[in-house]
């Protein structure tokens, strides 16, 4: 089990009533699985990402990576050296060129990478479907597809064997969405990571290897 | 990619912006810097003026005070004298390095012509005239030479045991020497003479007359006169100043005494009235001494003052060579107000608008700062990027505004000072115990807006400082955010 998830209340103060979002969920994720987290909007899915990727802490519960708390990892550290982030809207950084906001991360990142890290990031990038010539544009000259193609690369780019992703298809097309779905799957079930996607679209849930629904704070398999 | 990188590149790529924070830094640096340098330059010029005015101080009726009272009131005051013991006391003060008393007196010579500079010709000769005066000392050293007032250029100074026995020498000017063929070793001749008065007839007749023979031991030279004499624009002024000067004889202050002495007992035999007033008066009453203190430094005139005031009798006052800084030097007080003023307002002019254009700056970048603490950046990193990419902009418009700021300081203290001195009165001469011949126009010359270290310092320390807490402030309020707070 890599990363799994203990009891996490989270809830928003409203005067002297909590209107929870996630109340007593628990569940666990192995490594070379594809899972998707399957919700209506504002059923709190983001925010079980938010708190699995450490953007944000829970009330009460806990997250253990590899059985060890995050919370004492350390919420910075364990970002920068075990998971990786896809946002819905890319979040990449739109002065910097596609390889360099691959290089970011690995600026960051304490674990160990190859010397030539400009060299690792076109390669991850053309693994990706980004050709050096794109790879070289600043990241709002490219498509949308080709930017969460970039954010992926960037999310892979420090060796980690988490990923973890918020409706990355949610701005593109369907033969977009199917080409990403699809190296999710060849990252979970070629690469031994293992990918989570939170989502509200039942064709993804149905690719998944394993689907959660997230229903008004509480969550379940979804067969 | 490190953090160090990603600043420099921040500013390269985003050039529009780095010039929009380089222009509000370059236009509020300069009135930082201008202000700066009028504060600097009118500071430098108090502190210079002040060492020309030197560190010495005296005790003076205060005029003031005294005008303040009614006709009344004066006839009944008695003034009292400034007693020996009382200058000795205040010599005795920490803030004091030598000082003197002196007694002086008018003498005239049937033998020794007096100098008279370039005025030789507006003299008529008749008979002893009272052309010179004898100054009592009773430092050794001569308190004047090591004022630098005048310097011995021959022969040598008193020592103690003259001054103390009141032996008859003297020491004279070089000048008055040659016009009289005197040399060290010489004897010339004084006359006292007591003249009586006819006020029916308005005759004068003398009384009775004396010879004061004196030894030249010393001759010495002008320095303070020559010095300005050749700048001053009132050339008239400082002949007559160079002129007295050069007929003063330095004696022995018991010299002085006792010729005061011989002046006062004859004169009262001639007059019987007079005699009457001062029957029963102690001989100090022709003891008026005037003290001069020497101070370590211009700077501890205030506490001197502080402390001897107390000690003084009525209606005196501690008149200081630095006092006069502040009549002369109207036009650079104003300046330097006003810049003072102009510095406040810029400091928090700069705060304020770097602030708001620095906030408006991480407004747009909030979401990239977001970006870097989701990868795992820590927060002082993320910090350290935007304060790089603002700092060295901020550096590059400081040090332009250095200059500009300089040139502009440069150009409006001219403006107001031609301005100021234009609508001022004539200039001020002033010529007392303490003998400063400071004008306005030499304040004014002393004026010099210029760059250097200290001052790159000052500026460079106001300007980063006030840049770096307008940053820091906003940049910590949104890095204290989780980065779901601020990807949201």
New interface residues.
């Given amino acids: 089990m890599i990363l799994e998830a203990k009891d996490l209340n989270y809830y928003y103060q409203d005067g002297e009533q909590r209107r929870y979002i996630l109340k007593d969920t628990s569940v666990s994720f192995e490594k070379g699985k594809f899972y998707t987290i399957l919700g209506q909007s504002g059923s709190g899915k983001t925010t079980l990402l938010?708190l699995l990727?450490a953007?944000?802490?829970p009330h009460s519960g806990e997250v253990l990576f590899n059985q060890e708390d995050i919370k004492k990892i350390g919420y910075?550290?364990?970002?920068?050296?075990n998971i990786g982030?896809i946002?819905q809207n890319y979040?990449?950084?739109p002065?910097?060129t596609a390889v360099?906001n691959v290089?970011?991360?690995?600026?960051?990142?304490e674990n160990e990478l190859p010397e030539d890290s400009k060299t690792v990031a076109y390669n991850l990038l053309d693994y990706i479907g980004i050709v050096k010539n794109k790879a070289d544009r600043p990241v709002n000259k490219l498509s949308g597809g080709e930017q969460q193609r970039v954010a992926i690369a960037?999310a892979l780019a420090t060796n980690v064997e988490l990923i973890l992703a918020d409706e990355p298809t949610g701005n593109l097309d369907e033969e977009m969405e199917q080409e990403i779905i699809d190296i999710f799957k060849k990252l979970a079930h070629e690469h031994g990571k293992c990918v989570i996607v939170v989502t509200h679209s039942n064709e993804i849930a149905l690719q998944s290897d394993q689907a959660f629904l997230l229903k008004k704070g509480v969550l379940a398999s979804y067969e | 990619?490190?953090?160090i990188k990603?600043g420099f590149?921040?500013i390269t790529?985003?050039k529009g912006k780095s010039l929009i924070l380089l222009a509000v830094i370059l236009i509020l640096g300069s009135l930082i810097s201008g202000a700066i340098s009028i504060q600097q330059a009118t500071s430098n010029v108090e502190k210079s003026v002040k060492e020309r005015l030197g560190a010495a101080a005296t005790l003076e009726l205060d005029w003031e005070e005294y005008d303040k009272l009614s006709e009344e009131e004066m006839m009944n005051v008695e003034l009292e004298n400034i007693g020996v013991d009382l200058i000795k006391q205040i010599g005795g003060l920490s803030y004091v390095k030598y000082y003197d008393y002196s007694v002086s007196t008018m003498l005239g010579s049937e033998s020794l012509e007096a100098y008279r500079g370039e005025m030789e010709e507006d003299f008529i000769h008749e008979g002893p005239s009272m052309d010179f005066t004898l100054k009592g000392i009773n430092y050794a050293p001569v308190l004047d030479f090591e004022e630098q007032k005048g310097k011995l250029v021959d022969g040598r100074v008193f020592t103690q045991e003259e001054v103390d026995n009141g032996t008859s020498v003297a020491v004279i000017s070089k000048k008055l020497a040659e016009k009289n063929n005197l040399n060290v070793g010489d004897t010339f001749t004084f006359v006292n003479v007591v003249y009586t008065y006819d006020e029916e007839t308005g005759e004068e007749d003398i009384a009775a007359s004396r010879d004061v023979v004196l030894e030249v031991i010393g001759l010495f030279e002008s320095q303070f006169i020559k010095e300005d004499a050749e700048t001053a624009s009132d050339g008239g002024m400082m002949d007559w100043m160079d002129m007295d000067y050069q007929n003063t004889v330095y004696v022995p202050n018991e010299i002085v005494l006792n010729e005061n002495k011989y002046q006062f007992e004859e004169y009262m035999k001639t007059d019987e009235e007079y005699a009457e007033m001062m029957e029963g008066e102690e001989e100090a009453s022709f003891e008026y001494y005037t003290p001069m203190f020497v101070l370590n430094s211009p700077e501890d005139s205030e506490a001197f003052e502080e402390e001897v005031l107390p000690l003084l009798p009525d209606y005196y006052t501690v008149v200081s060579a630095t006092d006069q800084y502040d009549s002369i030097a109207g036009p650079m007080e104003s300046m330097s107000k006003l810049s003072k003023y102009v510095l406040i307002a810029a400091v928090i002019a700069t705060v304020l608008i770097t602030g708001l254009v620095v906030l408006l700056f991480l407004r747009d970048r909030k979401?990239?700062l977001?970006?870097?603490?989701?990868?795992?950046?820590?927060?002082g990193r993320v910090v350290g990027q935007i304060l790089i990419e603002v700092m060295v902009v901020a550096f590059i418009g400081i040090t332009l505004s250095l200059f500009s700021g300089n040139f502009i300081a440069s150009q409006v203290s001219d403006t107001m000072m031609k301005a100021d001195n234009n609508t001022s009165n004539e200039d001020v001469y002033y010529y007392s115990e303490l003998q400063i011949n400071l004008t306005t126009d030499d304040v004014m010359d002393s004026y010099e807006v210029s760059l250097n270290s200290s001052y790159i310092l000052v500026f460079y320390g106001i300007g980063l400082l006030t840049i770096l807490i307008s940053t820091v402030i906003p940049l910590v309020y949104i890095v204290r955010l989780?980065?779901?707070?601020i990807?949201m």
């Avoid at chain 2, 989780?482 to 707070?485: A, E, G, V």
């Fill in positions: 938010s990727s953007l944000d802490s910075e550290k364990y970002r920068r050296n982030i946002f979040n990449l950084i002065t910097f360099e290089l970011i991360p690995m600026s960051i990142t960037r | 990619m490190n953090f990603r590149l921040g790529r985003k979401r990239e977001g970006i870097y603490l989701s990868l795992g950046e820590s927060r989780n980065p779901k707070k990807l």
